[in-house]
């Protein structure tokens, strides 16, 4: 009781000042007011005034002086006192000390003046109470008490009991039932009963339960039973306990609680009469009895479920069935008597929340409110209390509504009258619903119609924190009550709708949350939402096995139907079906048009989350393709959003958050989206009719540019246009793809297989490509304009790639040439062409000078010097439309619709308005047609105009056109032909184009040659699709190529008098006046064969690899280029025998190449009646049988060696040698008049020329005739190889000896007949080593080539004996060292690999070394006997000219004296040419690994001809001494020996005489 402790300076200073302290003290706690606290204050302020008095420190007279004042202060005082005195007798009579004991005792009598006897006899302990002297003895005080207790409490009162009496209570009864309408209180009726209770001595508990049953019996009259119990009931606990009686009667077996009591007691509660806490003790069932039964049925619900979704047998599923049914009847026959349930719905009746929320949180969530009566109730509460709000701000106009009356009871919660009235009760009442609103949709209706109501208000009003927080009470009512009501209503499609118009005010992101909890959570939060996710499931599965196209519409309603309540359950299992059979989806899509707005909106949100599933791979498990479920998914989203009204924000922000993260596996959607969207469509295997409708305006693409005709784009494609622009993801969607498009390949590729990376480069790329095309066509000029940044932003900013920088800025550069024009037409009116021309030409100044300007920034300024920023800005700036009309396109289309209209005339099936409107349609599109044709056609027209204005300015003068090409191939054409099939054949006809403008400074025969040249490289570095693109871009260049072949007219009218077709590459510009200069008919169709022949040696090396992706992207190249190549008979028969090679080799091994080899492989087949034999392709004359004058060797009809030994050796070696130096001085060395007109074509740097000239081609022809007379000899029998050989020998010798002298006064004259019976003999042995080599064998690709080019062969010997006579001189090293500079140069270039000045020479003869390895390792068939006899052959060689050489060596050494210092002069100097040959021959080799230089390359013959005993001889010496059989080994030392005797000597005249023929020139 101390919880007040006394200052001690209160006591020291007592009568000063303590006293008055204590007194103020008890005045304060009697004036306080605290619910019953300020009694134990008092009592604990008396207690510790006493205990001081009892301890001694105070005087008795002081303190009782000060107890006798205080009881003024209260009437219940001496009570307190009492009480004060009571405790502290029981502490004192504990002590041991008496003398505490006395001043306890003295304290009690001091104070017997003021506290009552009674009170304290009452109060003190009899022994006290003796000792104050109050009563005489304390036993017979003990005595008296027992007597009296016993009286009170065990004898029995004889009441009148009802039974024995009942007069009173049936007065009591009929005083109770009275009328109660008149003037009638219960103060009177109260009154009567206290009258009666007196008169008849009635029991007053019984008295009250009578009240209690009346009152029962009378629940209308409320007000008047619960003032008369106020006024007659003492304690609330009596009450209780007789409810609580009652309530226990009707807990018996089948007794059923009345209504009538649940709510009386209600009304008690909800008056406060009695206590919650008081009465729930005595209802049943108990709390955990509850518990168990709500996890009873939560086990009993997944029973059910787990049983719906097993496979369970016919007979089994009957037996659980009958099991269930018996179950329900059990429990409908015994519903159980909830009694604290029946209290709830009363309490909610009446209104009481405040009770009703205490008992429901009691219980397990959502337990109270299952049940259907508790839940109606609440529902009414709500209704009353949402209602004023709803007539405000819920109801539809033009609605009246039921109305509906409020409570009379003033208890009941408030009606809310605003929206922050709402979160004092009603949304605390719908969380207690739950699911259970679903018992009442008008009221789920008008939650709904109030948030719809909220959601205007808090879009324009500005109070942002009030209304956030309703806003995310709104949500999650929308979480916890709407969505999962929704599910427990019977397919309710106007609550789908209703609930629609609410949820789509909120944005995606909110919706979309809804959605995943309402799916993954809330369908286990309740037994019932448990049941019917499982029933949910088993119909969908119902459905979906019954789903095929046929039964669409009836599948449709069904799926409709099931729809309307758990969206997210049947969306689930259907597109878990449709990943696994993608043939469902059609039938799908077509079922789902009975779904409502909101389901639409669920299923957008299940196919992002089964996009995301993070448990499922996105790629297959070969790790080489995208798996099939993702592809499903991706098809499933194009089809549904262009069909039904889905809103996309959701699915592209999905795309755009995969990008950022860096993956592009989802791009696939988008692709697809878009496709199906906006009818565009991107593929590589367009036809080239596609193609061409591709490059015309946007109706003809639609019409006739892709395969699948998706019309009626026009709404989807609007729709997708405003999902991306109102949530800004126009640009960030394009920027996104250009960048990852190199993040698959360095940032997402290191672990994945390369043909998986490649396939996501092409699927990123398309994409783009498809992207960009789809925002181009339909985006205003305005939104284009507004939303893509300049080019120099875009690269250098955002580091977009040049390419698609450019591809995204194209557009907007045409649409604000068009607007400017426009704009200059209206300014000034003149109809003149010419005027409008002028006003475009102005119209493209004013546009691109910023973007020239822009340009310059993207490349370093050393790039600059070579091509002009007007010119690279106008090449990425144009596209196919400006370049040129399709003309056939536009007229098959309209043809096409032309067709249609006569069908549909002719057809009587359809009827009449019908046939007008189709005719309508057709005509409507004819006539758009043709007007698009022609404003085509004028656009051109300008272009064409504005670049030959151009042009001029597009090349520098100053520099080389080599490099010029080089910058053009690296930073226009390359990058741009594998950007699109459109860019593809944009990159040929630009070319063409630039060539037939007459640009200055531009070479078109380099462009070509350095396109066709150096396909290796570019071919394998591409991915799938860009092969596709590469091939249709050679395919282009081809055919124009071919156009210029086929006839001499053409040629001479497109490319006679060109800049381009110049053979000299001076820097300074030309004007195409000197003959000489120019490329001839025949000279060109030499170089065409060049060009074919370097294609078939890349391809062939390409399918020789092994590599997969060099195999399978120089296939797709072949297969594209398949109309214009090959053209020559031997080149397409290499080819065949290569690709019939892969397709045994990869049948087994990779189907997909395999696949690809045999439709190559068919279609070359059916080619081979177009290909024609080399001599017809470009024409070869006989050759001379004398010795042919140097200074006639100039013109077309040139023969013999002379025009390749001098003026092939000098291209290749001192020209190519020294070019850099002539670079540097601005001039270009001028070529030797002894050349032919094609030789002359060689280039600045040493890097590809065009050098088959037609003297090469006269010379070759005349070797193939001089093979056919040496074969003829050989084949006649008689004499031995040895006598052939001696026979040989010496009449060699003999015209050798004549021809040294003549050599010393004519110079160049001996050389052809020599070469020509050289060329014979080595073409014999060649011919022999074949025939030894391939007895017996198929003919392999390799040996078939060798065939083919051995015209090319001989030149190569013919250059190769060259190279052996210096080679001894040239060290290794020195060779080595110049291959790397070459390569670093190369590198270092950029520029198209392997363009030697002699590039056909030297790389034919590369070819050929490849091929004789081929021979080598290859030939499987080949006998070890013949083996033994070629290495027993060999050896005797060996011998035989060892003893051949020494004597040859003393001859040579005898002849040569009289010219010895000028011999060494010019093997210095040829050294010199050669090791820049074998630069230029190096580079050839780095075309491809199967490409030697050509020194190197006779080494390896030499070392592999020594291994394998049957290759055959060379020129060069390493080779001679160890080639295969006797007598081709001796003929040809002899013929080398000759040939170095004519070089030292011929070589020198001929060096001054090239020199004299540049000083003349």
């Given amino acids: 009781m101390a919880t007040l402790i006394l200052p001690g300076e209160w006591i020291k200073n007592w009568e000063k000042s303590g006293k008055h302290e204590f007194v103020q003290l008890c005045k304060e706690l009697t004036e306080k007011t605290n619910h019953g606290s300020e009694v134990r204050d008092i009592q604990a302020a008396l207690y510790e005034l006493c205990w001081q008095v009892v301890h001694g420190n105070l005087k008795l007279d002081l303190v009782a002086s000060v107890l006798g004042d205080m009881m003024e202060l209260r009437d219940d005082m001496p009570s307190i006192l009492a009480d004060v005195f009571s405790i502290l007798d029981l502490e004192t009579g504990a002590l041991e000390e008496k003398n505490k004991r006395d001043h306890y005792t003295q304290l009690v009598g001091a104070c017997l003046f003021f506290v009552p006897e009674a009170i304290l006899k009452e109060r003190l302990d009899p022994e006290t109470l003796e000792s104050l002297g109050l009563i005489k003895q304390a036993h017979q005080f003990n005595q008296k008490i027992v007597k009296i207790k016993t009286k009170l409490f065990y004898k029995q009162q004889k009441f009148n009991l009802l039974r024995e009496e009942n007069e009173g209570y049936a007065k009591l009864i009929t005083e109770l039932g009275q009328d109660l309408s ?302 999962p009501s929704l599910s427990l209503m019977e397919c309710n499609a106007c609550m789908s709708e209703e609930l629609w118009g609410l949820f789509k005010l909120f944005p995606y992101q909110h919706r979309y949350r809804l959605f995943g909890q309402w799916k993954n959570e809330t369908y286990s939060s309740h037994p019932l939402l448990v049941k019917v996710k499982a029933q949910t499931v088993e119909r969908a599965k119902y459905i979906m096995k019954r789903l095929t196209k046929e039964n669409v519409k009836q599948s449709g309603r069904q799926i409709g139907k099931l729809s309307h309540s758990n969206p997210t359950i049947l969306f689930d299992y259907m597109l878990s079906q449709i990943q696994w059979y993608d043939n469902l989806i059609v039938p799908v899509v077509d079922s789902l048009k009975y779904l409502t707005s909101l389901n639409y909106d669920v299923l957008a949100y299940c196919i992002i989350e089964a996009l995301a599933n993070p448990e499922k791979e996105k790629m297959k498990h070969d790790d080489t393709t995208i798996s099939s479920w993702l592809q499903s998914l991706a098809s499933l989203c194009g089809a549904v959003f262009r069909k039904y009204p889905i809103e996309l924000a959701g699915l592209l922000q999905y795309v755009t958050n995969q990008l950022k993260a860096g993956k592009s596996f989802d791009l696939l959607i988008l692709k697809e989206v878009v496709q199906k969207m906006a009818g565009i469509e991107i593929t590589d295997e367009m036809t080239s009719e596609q193609l061409e409708a591709m490059t015309g305006g946007e109706q003809l693409k639609a019409e006739g540019g892709y395969f699948g005709q998706i019309r009626n784009t026009k709404k ?264 699109s099939s459109i860019d593809a054949v944009y990159c040929a006809r630009f070319v063409e184009l630039v060539h037939q403008q007459k640009t200055p400074n531009f070479c078109t025969l380099l462009c070509y040659d350095r396109v066709f040249s150096a396909i290796i490289y570019t071919v394998a570095s591409c991915t799938e699709n860009e092969s596709h693109r590469y091939g249709r871009f050679l395919c282009c260049m081809l055919e124009t190529v071919t156009r210029w072949h086929s006839d001499r007219a053409t040629y001479e009218k497109e490319c006679v008098n060109y800049p381009g077709f110049l053979t000299i590459f001076r820097a300074s510009g030309f004007d195409g006046g000197n003959k000489a200069d120019q490329l001839d008919y025949e000279n060109f169709r030499h170089v065409v064969h060049k060009w074919h022949y370097m294609l078939t040696k890349a391809s062939v090396h390409c399918l020789e690899t092994g590599d997969y992706t060099h195999i399978r992207n120089i296939l ?302 290859n030939s499987v068939a080949r006998s070890k006997s013949r083996e033994r006899e070629l290495e027993k052959k060999d050896s005797d060689n060996t011998q035989g000219r060892s003893k051949e050489k020494k004597e040859e060596k003393d001859r040579k050494d005898r002849k040569r004296e009289h010219a010895v210092n000028d011999r060494e002069a010019s093997q210095e100097s040829k050294r010199k040419k050669d090791e820049n040959g074998t630069n230029s021959s190096k580079n050839s080799k780095s075309t491809s690994p199967s490409c030697d230089s050509p020194l190197s390359a006779e080494k390896e013959k030499s070392k592999r001809s020594k291994s394998s005993s049957k290759e055959k001889a060379d020129s060069v010496k390493p080779e001679r001494t160890s080639s295969g059989g006797k007598k081709e080994s001796r003929h040809d030392k002899e013929k080398s020996e000759k040939k170095e005797k004519r070089d030292s000597s011929g070589g020198k005249e001929e060096k001054k005489h090239h020199k004299s023929s540049e000083k003349h020139r």
């Fill in 182 to 483: 008149g003037n009638i209180t219960s103060h009177v009726v109260l009154e009567s009963i206290k009258s009666l209770i007196g008169c008849f001595n009635l029991d007053p508990n019984r008295v009250l339960d009578i009240i209690l049953e009346v009152y029962e019996s009378r629940s209308d009259q409320d007000e008047f039973f619960l003032a008369l119990i106020k006024s007659y009931m003492c304690e609330p606990l009596t009450l209780c306990h007789i409810l609580g009686f009652k309530f226990k009667f009707y807990q018996e077996p089948n007794e059923e609680t009345p209504k009538s009591l649940y709510h009386i007691a209600a009304a008690l509660l909800h008056h406060n009469l009695i206590e919650l806490e008081d009465l729930y003790v005595h209802l049943m069932p108990p709390d955990a009895a509850i518990i168990e039964e709500h996890k009873k049925d939560i086990s009993e619900a997944k029973q059910i479920a787990r049983k719906l979704v097993m496979v369970v047998l016919p007979s089994e599923k009957n037996d659980d069935k009958d099991k269930e049914k018996e179950k329900e009847e059990e429990k409908n026959e015994k519903p159980p008597d909830n009694q604290k349930l029946g209290l709830l719905e009363a309490l909610l009746r009446i209104g009481d929340w405040h009770h009703a929320q205490s008992i429901m949180d009691q219980m397990p969530s959502f337990y109270a409110a299952s049940h259907k009566a508790i839940a109606l109730a609440l529902c009414q509460l709500v209704h009353l209390t949402v209602e004023p709000l709803y007539r405000r701000a819920g109801l539809p106009k033009g609605a009246r509504g039921c109305v509906m009356h409020p409570l009379r009871n003033k208890r009941a919660p408030r009606p809310a009258e605003s929206f922050e009235d709402l979160r004092r009760d009603t949304f605390s009442m719908l969380g207690y619903l739950g699911p259970h609103l679903s018992h009442d949709p008008i009221l789920f209706a008008k939650i709904v119609r109030l948030g719809k109501g909220f959601m205007k208000e808090y879009q324009s009003d500005s109070r942002a924190d009030k209304m956030d927080t309703l806003l995310s009470c709104f949500l999650s009512i929308a979480d916890q009550v709407l969505l």
């Fill in 716 to 979: 989807s494609s609007q729709r997708l246009k405003d999902a991306l622009l109102d949530h800004e993801l126009a640009l960030p969607l394009c920027l996104l793809m250009a960048q990852q498009r190199n993040g698959v390949v360095f940032l997402e590729g290191g672990e994945n297989h390369l043909k998986l990376v490649g396939h996501l480069y092409d699927q990123c790329h398309d994409t783009l490509v498809q992207f960009g095309g789809f925002l181009a066509s339909n985006l205003s000029t305005e939104d284009y304009i507004k939303r893509v940044p300049s080019i120099d932003i875009l690269c250098n900013q955002f580091h977009t790639p040049h390419d698609a920088a450019f591809f995204l800025s194209r557009p907007m550069y045409a649409h604000q040439i068009l607007s400017k024009y426009d704009e200059l037409k209206k300014a000034e009116k003149g109809n003149r062409q010419q005027q409008k021309v002028h006003k475009y030409v102005a119209a493209c100044e004013q546009v691109m000078t910023p973007v020239h300007e822009a340009v310059v920034s993207l490349h370093p300024a050393r790039v600059w010097d070579d091509i002009r920023p007007q010119f690279y800005a106008t090449f990425w700036s144009l596209t196919m439309y400006d370049l040129a009309v399709p003309h056939s396109a536009y007229d098959r289309e309209v043809n096409k619709l032309k067709v249609q209209i006569k069908a549909i005339e002719e057809n009587p099936e359809i009827p009449m308005n019908k046939k007008k409107k189709e005719k309508e349609r057709c005509t409507a599109l004819m006539e758009k047609l043709q007007e698009e044709e022609k404003k085509q056609l004028e656009h051109v027209q300008r272009v064409l105009h504005r670049l030959k204005l151009e042009k001029d300015n597009w090349l520098l003068a100053k520099s080389t056109k080599n490099e010029t090409i080089t910058k053009f191939l690296q930073l226009c054409l390359f990058p741009r032909c594998i950007f």
């Fill in 1116 to 1417: 797709i190249v072949l297969t594209k280029i398949l109309p214009c190549y090959p053209k020559v008979l031997n080149l397409g028969q290499a080819l065949e025998c290569r690709v019939h090679k892969i397709c045994l080799e990869e049948k087994d091994k990779r189907p997909d190449l395999y696949a690809l080899a045999m439709g190559y492989s068919g279609r070359l087949k059916s080619q081979k009646v177009h290909m024609v034999p080399e001599n017809e392709f470009h024409h070869k004359e006989q050759p001379a049988r004398s010795a042919t004058p140097a200074s006639q060797q100039n013109g077309p009809g040139s023969t013999g060696k002379p025009a390749s030994s001098t003026s092939k050796t000098e291209e290749g070696t001192s020209e190519d040698g020294d070019r850099g130096k002539d670079k540097s001085q601005g001039n270009t060395k001028p070529v030797n008049k002894t050349n032919s007109a094609a030789a002359k074509v060689i280039t600045s740097n040493g890097n590809g020329a065009l050098n088959s000239t037609k003297a090469v081609k006269d010379r070759d022809d005349k070797e193939k005739s001089g093979k056919d007379k040496k074969e003829k000899k050989e084949k006649t029998p008689g004499s031995t190889p040895e006598t052939k050989a001696e026979n040989r020998r010496e009449k060699q010798r003999d015209e050798r000896a004549g021809k040294e002298e003549r050599a010393a006064r004519e110079g160049k004259e001996k050389t052809p007949k020599a070469d020509r019976e050289k060329l014979k003999t080595e073409e014999k042995s060649s011919k022999d080593d074949k025939a030894k080599a391939g007895n017996g064998e198929p003919m392999e690709p390799s040996r078939e080539r060798d065939a083919i080019k051995e015209s090319k062969n001989k030149e190569k010997g013919d250059r190769s004996a060259v190279a052996g006579s210096l080679k001894s001189p040239v060290p290794r090293s020195e060779s080595a060292e110049s291959e790397r500079d070459h390569k670093r140069r190369k590198l270092d270039s950029h520029s198209s690999p392997s363009h030697s000045s002699s590039v056909k020479d030297n790389s034919n003869e590369p070819k050929e070394s490849t091929s004789k390895h081929h021979i080598n390792y």
